[in-house]
């Protein structure tokens, strides 16, 4: 027969249950060697949220050979990501510029290269900037080398991740860990709106000599923490097409009837989305290979089919 206490125990155990359900397992270290990508996500508990490192089991899979008209952006970073993951030193990469023009793809084929020899990526949402140090703290004095990625990262004014991201940058009293370095990719050069107002604070000296006011300083402080700039233009017609060649090419299975009629049909379908980008031209690529595939198996399988008689 139950008492009183064995009740309230019970009562207390059963809701200590449900709280634990709510609550990340934080004895559980991530899997590095069964991911080579994961995300930061936060959690919402009893205690508020937390934060939790998760892994990619499908990451999104794409290699350099794959990135059309960017050379020389595939030599640099390839080159320094080589650096980091050798243990010589490396710069943090900011990559900036049109839309549509390769550069998270970048980073994805940065980390497919060297994922073998120990590099791994953790994806980080800009709300969750202000995880960095946690996230430092986690991967500090692992064997393994680490990107922290950021995509389409820009920052508001008094944007508690920016501070935060300065800190791991450089600037911090503590000492950033050698094994981690940071890629961000963005619209925007400094990672902040640029307004016309903060024209009028600029001074001019007699001798006319230009210095920038306080809130251009403040923005700029920023993005020149990134050792390493990589700036992406808009494709021209013949960049693009080739593009649309090497990704159709890529997903379909059948010969090309008419190549002449699929750049006729490719430059449609840029006009009608307003861009050229290598982004719109993997687009077209996979209606294009999958309508084009649709008829081809139709018609293989018509020969295939026994006449009757």
């Known amino acids: 027969m139950f008492t009183k206490v064995d009740k309230v125990l019970h009562r207390v155990e059963t809701l200590l249950e449900r709280v634990e359900r709510h609550l990340p397992d ?51 970073i390839e080159a320094n990501t080589r650096q980091f993951v050798m243990g010589l030193t490396a710069n943090n990469v900011l990559l900036t510029g049109a839309r549509g023009t390769g550069k998270s793809s970048l980073v994805k084929a940065a980390l497919q290269r060297f994922a073998k020899e ?78 016309m107002s903060e024209n009028l604070e600029t001074k001019h000296t007699p001798d006319g000599e230009i210095h920038p006011g306080e809130t251009t300083e403040e923005k700029i402080s920023l993005s020149e923490r990134f050792g390493l700039w990589l700036s992406f233009y808009p494709f021209g017609q013949e960049e693009y097409l080739q593009i649309v060649d090497h990704w159709v090419s890529a997903l379909s299975s059948t010969r090309l009837a008419s190549v002449d009629a699929m750049h006729k049909a490719a430059l449609l379908w840029s006009l009608e989305r307003g861009s050229r980008s290598g982004r719109v031209a993997f687009q077209f690529a996979r209606d294009w290979a999958g309508q084009h595939g649709t008829a081809a198996a139709r018609r293989t399988a018509i020969k295939k089919t026994p006449r009757r008689r």
């Open 26 to 76: 934080a004895d559980a270290a991530p899997d590095w060697d069964a991911f080579i990508a994961f995300r930061w996500r936060r959690q919402q508990t009893v205690f508020g949220n937390r934060g939790r490192l998760v892994g990619v089991a499908h990451p999104h899979v794409i290699t350099f050979e794959d990135l059309k008209d960017i050379d020389d952006q595939k030599q640099r």
């Open 118 to 195: 120990g590099l791994r990526l953790i994806e980080v949402d800009r709300a969750d900037m202000v995880d960095l140090p946690e996230i430092a703290d986690l991967v500090a004095g692992r064997r393994e080398r680490f990107i922290v990625f950021s995509d389409d990262l820009s920052f508001e004014a008094n944007d508690p991740g920016y501070k935060a991201l300065k800190s791991v940058l450089d600037g911090g009293i503590a000492a950033t860990s050698d094994n981690l370095l940071i890629y961000a990719t963005s619209n925007r050069r400094h990672l902040m709106p640029e307004k």
